[in-house]
């Protein structure tokens, strides 16, 4: 049976799934509560404010937290889902066979970042017209796939896996951008598309994402 472990740093959003007992609620220190010394293993290019740090090493160190608990608790297809994530359950059926770390939901990227406008406005489309319905493979050498929103791990051998290899580099760094990395070493490879599971974006306009992203509609697309 598949279960949903949802990382829960907003109380409020804990609402739309505390009525469905197939979402399990999983708190990540708060932010303010993170210790010097975790913050001193991660580094982050944007520069931000202290109190942006802590919530972007918050939200990496519980994606980690769930990792280690499936694997201290032997635990069986598992999907990891942000809070501010809406999962099609209609779609479950889907996750049948899946072997290996897999994005359930995310956004085709391009390779370096600044030169993401031109990839929307040039490639994006095209490669989305070229995607097959179900498990597809990251093509690693074109695009990645960002944003931790939410994927499947099927057992505690790929949990520890992804957490052998984390981080790639001397220090940590924002979840999405190390499973970003793990994309580029061949690590992390698939993808469902169209995607499982969405962004709610007016909760995520109120969360640390956007207050770091001035992007207007990043939404899920693909």
Avoid at 68 to 74: F, G, H, L
Avoid at 111 to 127: N, P, S
């Amino acid at each position: 049976m598949t279960n949903i472990i949802v990382l829960n740093a907003y109380d409020y959003r804990w609402e739309k799934y505390k009525d469905n007992p197939i979402y399990q609620r999983f708190k990540p220190t708060y932010y303010k509560d993170i210790s010097q010394e975790t913050l001193s293993q991660y580094v982050c290019k944007c520069n931000p404010r202290e109190e942006l740090f802590r919530k972007i090493v918050s939200c990496a160190e519980g994606h980690k937290g769930i990792l280690r608990k499936i694997v201290a608790d032997d635990l069986k297809d598992i999907v990891i889902l942000e809070d501010d994530g809406m999962f099609d359950l209609s779609r479950l059926h889907e996750l049948k066979g899946l072997k290996d770390f897999t994005y359930l939901g995310g956004m085709i990227t391009s390779l370096v970042m600044k030169h993401e406008k031109e990839f929307i406005k040039d490639k994006r489309e095209g490669i989305i017209n070229g995607l097959s319905h179900g498990l597809n493979e990251i093509e690693n050498e074109n695009y990645r796939i960002n944003l931790g929103l939410c994927y499947f791990i099927p057992n505690k051998d790929i949990a520890q896996k992804i957490l052998d290899h984390i981080p790639i580099y001397k220090k940590n760094r924002a979840i999405d951008i190390d499973f970003m990395l793990l994309q580029k070493k061949g690590i992390i490879k698939d993808f469902i598309f169209p995607a499982i599971a969405t962004q709610n974006i007016e909760e995520a306009n109120k969360g640390f994402t956007y207050s770091r992203y001035k992007m207007k509609d990043i939404g899920f697309k693909y």
